[in-house]
């Protein structure tokens, strides 16, 4: 297939073109900073400025764009960031596919979605979260309605937290359980759907083919709780998480991106199972070992 793909520079994105190149698979990166070679078209989707030549032709389209929520505290600006980072490019692209009629459009989204539903099962028929990520998530889906209303197969990408050893919550929770500091934040009642970074790259890579639709929670089968998952963290690094941070104090140090943390989603991937995909890391300490196996290497 010939895909082109943005918002790749990260660890995620990084994995995902190694493992479609390696695939067979053909992949034109957008960049903003300028191609540095070949494989690489500009675009600025804040100003509208894409090269319609880089997607004429087209197979798929992959667009997971969208700065850190974890990145930096959340001031007024920041917030703006973390919607614009998202939503532009999520438009230009979806008008693009409508308008040159590509087959697909595999655009990322987040378990923020949810509401918090506390010990109850969500799946992707949930509730959506009148909170600042779940507004951010529903107008992330709600900007690729013009290539959903023009014919092209839209999946809306729902992660949860993505485990990998080069980026995003593991390396600083790791850090922080290595120098034995690791223990429960909030109450630690809060669900944490979690998936492994190698099952992450494998499911969209997956969801490429077929006819799935809409929205697809990329999670592993088996949510844990905050303190399952800082127990399961300790005991893989063999060092003790007898600590708490109440919720307070999260509040006071990370500002309203507590909130966040706080919150949970017993998120389950219905529809990626009933799709035929199997998990190679279907429980957290299977995700845990595989990550800290890579970080060894």
């Given amino acids: 297939?010939?895909?082109?793909?943005?918002?790749?520079?990260?660890?995620?994105?990084?994995?995902?073109?190694?493992?479609?190149?390696?695939?067979?698979?053909?992949?034109?990166?957008?960049?903003?900073?300028?191609?540095?070679?070949?494989?690489?078209?500009?675009?600025?989707?804040?100003?509208?400025?894409?090269?319609?030549?880089?997607?004429?032709?087209?197979d798929a389209v992959i667009n997971l764009c969208g700065v850190g929520v974890g990145d930096h505290r959340w001031s007024h600006d920041y917030k703006r960031l973390l919607w614009s980072s998202r939503i532009n490019p999520t438009r230009l692209l979806a008008g693009e596919c409508?308008?040159?009629?590509?087959?697909?459009?595999?655009?990322?989204?987040?378990?923020?979605?949810?509401?918090?539903?506390?010990?109850?099962?969500?799946?992707?028929?949930?509730?959506?979260a009148d909170t600042f990520l779940g507004r951010v998530c529903q107008d992330w889906e709600a900007a690729t309605a013009s290539a959903r209303e023009a014919g092209v197969r839209v999946v809306n990408l729902r992660s949860g937290?993505?485990?990998?050893?080069?980026?995003?919550l593991l390396p600083k929770m790791s850090l922080i359980t290595r120098l034995f500091l690791g223990g429960r934040l909030g109450s630690g009642d809060q669900y944490w759907p979690w998936i492994s970074a190698t099952d992450e790259i494998r499911a969209i890579v997956h969801l490429?083919?077929?006819?799935?639709?809409?929205?697809?929670?990329?999670?592993?089968?088996?949510?844990?709780?905050?303190?399952?998952?800082?127990?399961?963290?300790g005991r893989t690094l063999g060092r003790p998480t007898p600590w708490r941070i109440p919720g307070f104090a999260l509040r006071i140090v990370l500002g309203q991106f507590a909130e966040a943390i706080i919150a949970g989603r017993r998120a389950i991937p219905v529809v990626l199972h009933d799709?035929?995909?199997?998990?190679?890391?279907?429980?957290?300490?299977?995700?845990?070992?595989?990550?800290?196996?890579?970080?060894?290497r």
């Fill in 208 to 233: 490429l083919t077929g006819s799935v639709t809409g929205p697809v929670n990329l999670t592993g089968p088996y949510p844990v709780t905050n303190a399952e998952f800082t127990k399961e963290l």
């Fill in 1 to 58: 297939m010939r895909i082109v793909a943005a918002g790749v520079s990260g660890f995620i994105g990084t994995r995902l073109t190694t493992a479609l190149t390696d695939a067979g698979h053909q992949v034109t990166r957008l960049t903003r900073s300028g191609p540095t070679g070949p494989g690489e078209s500009h675009w600025d989707p804040d100003t509208g400025d894409l090269d319609s030549a880089a997607l004429d032709g087209a």
């Fill in 98 to 128: 409508a308008r040159l009629g590509m087959p697909v459009l595999i655009n990322a989204s987040g378990i923020d979605y949810y509401a918090d539903r506390g010990p109850r099962i969500v799946t992707e028929r949930g509730l959506p």
């Fill in 161 to 168: 937290l993505v485990l990998g050893r080069e980026g995003g």
């Fill in 275 to 296: 799709s035929g995909f199997q998990f190679e890391h279907p429980t957290l300490p299977d995700a845990l070992a595989a990550e800290m196996a890579r970080r060894a």
